[in-house]
């Protein structure tokens, strides 16, 4: 499915989520989707082997590949970035960097994480916890999220503080800032674990 999917910079289902040709091309997240035969923006996971499995998205549509696990989808740059931000989708990373920029590498464990993606969670974290690198959890501000961000504080006896979108995510961050037409992103409600 990956080899077979298309790279195109801009797909349409990401621009209609309110993401720019600029953040898509973004070298960070150069090759980290790209889209089916279908239309399906296609988001690759990995774990310590490769690429064990992908989700697709598209408008009224979101699924992980059947026959395959859930890994980490990771930004490029993650195994060297001064920060990495802990999010629940692609698209939140993405609308994240397109409202407040930065350095930051991202992860995405695509909703409820598997025993893999807690495992793998588990060593990125330590991974950047031994190169001095901050990991920040940065999930959904609804109650999955912030059960989400327990079961972070839970998996390492680092403390991890929490960037917390305005809305209920940062795509709906970015589409109220759209919205306003506001120069500026809405702030991020920053708080320890």
Same mark, same amino acid.
């Given at each position: 499915m990956w080899a077979a999917a298309a790279r195109i910079a801009a797909p349409a289902y990401l621009l209609s989520r309110g993401l720019s040709p600029a953040t898509l091309a973004d070298p960070r997240f150069t090759d980290t989707f790209r889209v089916d035969a279908s239309g399906n923006v296609v988001f690759p996971h990995r774990d310590r082997s490769g690429l064990c499995g992908y989700e697709l998205r598209?408008?009224?549509?979101?699924?992980?590949g059947a026959g395959t696990k859930k890994g980490l989808w990771l930004t490029n740059g993650a195994g060297?970035?001064?920060?990495?931000?802990?999010?629940?989708?692609a698209i939140d990373a993405m609308s994240h960097?397109?409202?407040?920029?930065?350095?930051? %590498?991202?992860?995405?464990? %695509?909703?409820?994480?598997s025993k893999l993606q807690k495992d793998l969670l588990i060593g990125l974290m330590i991974k950047a916890d031994i190169r001095g690198?901050?990991?920040?959890?940065?999930?959904?501000?609804?109650? %999955?999220?912030?059960?989400l961000n327990d079961l972070i504080q839970q998996l390492t006896p680092v403390r991890r503080d929490r960037?917390?979108?305005?809305?209920?995510?940062w795509n709906?961050?970015?589409?109220? %800032?759209?919205?306003n037409k506001q120069g500026t992103a809405p702030a991020i409600r920053r708080s320890a674990a």
């Open positions: 598209r408008k009224c549509f979101k699924a992980f060297t970035a001064d920060s990495i931000l802990i999010v629940e989708s960097y397109q409202l407040h920029g930065g350095d930051s %590498a991202y992860c995405s464990l %695509a909703g409820t994480p690198a901050a990991v920040y959890s940065a999930v959904d501000n609804d109650r %999955a999220g912030h059960e960037l917390t979108p305005v809305a209920g995510d709906e961050d970015l589409k109220a %800032a759209r919205r």
